[in-house]
DNA sequence: GAGATCAGTGTGAACGCTAACAAGTTCGTG
DNA sequence: CACGAACTTGTTAGCGTTCACACTGATCTC
């Protein structure tokens, strides 16, 4: 079977040797080209498997100037959002033969991002997708080298990269509609963390609907995407006077929200609404189960790389912008505004 | 400032020439070789910047034979278990200066373990992490060109790879005594899916703290770590005669079996306990905040890591397991068994 | 002060692969 | 049967790095 004489794994002359060719043929067997004839083919393709030879890809990088990798930069991976999108990108990319290195941010300034970007073209990534929805972070995609692809999910707005995102501001405003729509006077907002681009498209999506249908627009709560924030905002609201419906910026705040609500005694739908956004796997089971805006992260990822290859096969001058639509799904968590008493 | 009188990146010898040293003292002072003249070295760092010069990790990687590259193989990262420790692999390694080439598998069976490890051991990884915790999965690892350095999570048993893991059997027990010493009589388990080392190390510690009490042991309920397979044995348990204790095998699964003891009117802690098992960031806020087994998986993710670098150091004789012990959170869902009626 | 050591630098040859070209072989066609 | 157009294969030359070694001059050592 296996014969390598020496410790050291084949390469592509022994497996000509063995196939009785020139290391040439071999390469073309490799890369399926057209011109071999089919029983050289299958001599060659024998030999490989029998001396369970593997082609060096760094080899191939060198010389076609190509490694076949991806980098990917993204904020805290363990968070629902990012992970699910990660997940898109990478089942898209092997799909289409790129590999995908992963650079998780624990912040999310714009030296960390330059650095993650700088650390991956260093590597000679032949593409990159920046999941850092920071206003601050754009500036950092200058630092790659010229000419390399890059696609930034709910990206900066800048004109010169092209950017995959959900339409935050309108999952926002179908939020904030269904709510107006069961009778509620108005509707109270818990914000992601500041700076971010979704915290922002929703901001604006909420505030939009409410102006759009003539409501007072209440002063919107600050969050961090925490269940915590959640909790520390529901606190807040039970305290108020009149809230009959709130909108959390995500899944996860939400749940801080209808659980400071349950501890104050509050009834959830009977006497506030709560709405989320993201659609996590849990929100179904939560008590209530969650109305909520639902995010296709997974086909977010594999617009991504539809993009970057895109970008990559017509020379980087071409820049997209592509928006997925959000979906909305009701659940337990939202009903017909009480009468006031 | 740069002046790339082509279009083509920097290389070394660009780099040489315009510090007026040979293409060998620029990689001297890249590779911070002790003897390079300090003024020497000055020239050819001002020299790196001005040209942005970055060195190409392809050619390094072909003449070293180490890419520097580390390869991860893990079963659907959005889950938080294995994005938590996914995350932990890449901070380490990167800190040790590796980078991170992660598959996601959508299945969890040999075949698609065994491709990806043949897909990354062809891009030339110095080693391999598998987050793929089935029994199955161990003879993929097989497919590894031989002398690769190679980590187990959660992993096989076999003897000639390394593992590290959290020790299911010692949380499960936390998990169970807890409850037997709040008086319940037993514990009922809703189990993960089949044929997952988490789940039988879970059943197993399970029923041992059960034996070791005398207690009956339950027929375990199935379940596959999602809320809806927690939900369905809510809903059984619900049904069941002299339930008062749950031990979940995750935290998800808990909050589907809180979901439907809820819809049944069954209080919780007051009529039923429940345990879950991950801690994940949401259980603090689940109704009621859940008491919970923590497993530190960033310290699994660093483990790995500094067991995969000794290998490499030490060529990929050596052989080690680390097991790293769980930890108990008391939040609100378990309290004293009520008294018999 | 002659030989030995050492710091600092340069030279040439790989590493394993693909691109470009060259060269042989087959086939059809006038 | 000779001509060119395919098809099939081999030869050569890099890609950009690091490694092994050779070389210079300075600093020791006895």
């Not at 029983?39 to 490694?67: F, H, M, P, Q, W």
């Not at 999310?108 to 929805?133: C, K, M, N, T």
């Not at 977010?300 to 017509?314: F, K, M, N, Y």
Request: with cysteine.
């Amino acid at each position: 079977m296996v014969a390598p004489s020496k410790r050291r794994p084949p390469v592509m002359a022994d497996v000509a040797r063995e196939a009785g060719v020139s290391h040439q043929t071999v390469s073309r067997v490799l890369n399926d080209h057209p011109n071999v004839r089919p029983d050289t083919r299958a001599r060659v393709e024998e030999a490989i498997t029998r001396l369970g030879y593997r082609r060096n890809l760094a080899a191939r990088a060198l010389v076609t100037k190509r490694s076949r990798m991806l980098g990917v930069v993204s904020f805290d991976t363990t968070l629902y959002g990012p992970a699910s999108t990660i997940y898109g990108i990478e089942q898209a990319a092997r799909t289409a033969g790129y590999f995908v290195s992963i650079v998780s941010l624990k912040t999310l300034d714009v030296d960390s991002v330059r650095d993650a970007i700088d650390y991956l073209s260093e590597q000679g990534v032949d593409g990159v997708v920046v999941v850092a929805p920071r206003r601050s972070a754009g500036p950092a995609l200058e630092s790659l080298p010229s000419g390399t692809p890059a696609v930034a999910v709910e990206g900066t707005l800048r004109g010169d990269v092209s950017v995959v995102c959900i339409d935050q501001a309108e999952g926002a405003r179908l939020a904030t509609r269904h709510l107006l729509e069961l009778g509620h006077r108005t509707v109270h907002h818990v914000t992601g963390p500041p700076d971010w681009l979704e915290t922002e498209g929703r901001l604006e999506g909420w505030r939009a609907a409410l102006e759009e249908a003539g409501r007072p627009v209440p002063e919107p709560l600050p969050g961090d995407w925490s269940p915590h924030a959640g909790y520390a905002a529901g606190r807040s609201l039970a305290a108020m006077d009149g809230v009959t419906a709130v909108f959390a910026a995500n899944d996860q705040m939400a749940l801080g929200v209808l659980r400071a609500l349950s501890e104050e005694g509050v009834k959830v739908p009977d006497q506030i609404s709560v709405v989320g956004f993201d659609d996590i796997p849990e929100s179904a089971f939560f008590s209530p189960p969650l109305t909520t805006v639902r995010q296709d992260f997974d086909q977010v990822g594999r617009h991504c790389i539809e993009v970057l290859l895109r970008q990559l096969d017509a020379g980087a001058g071409t820049c997209e912008r592509l928006v997925v639509p959000p979906g909305f799904v009701v659940r337990s968590s939202t009903a017909a505004a009480a009468r006031v008493p």
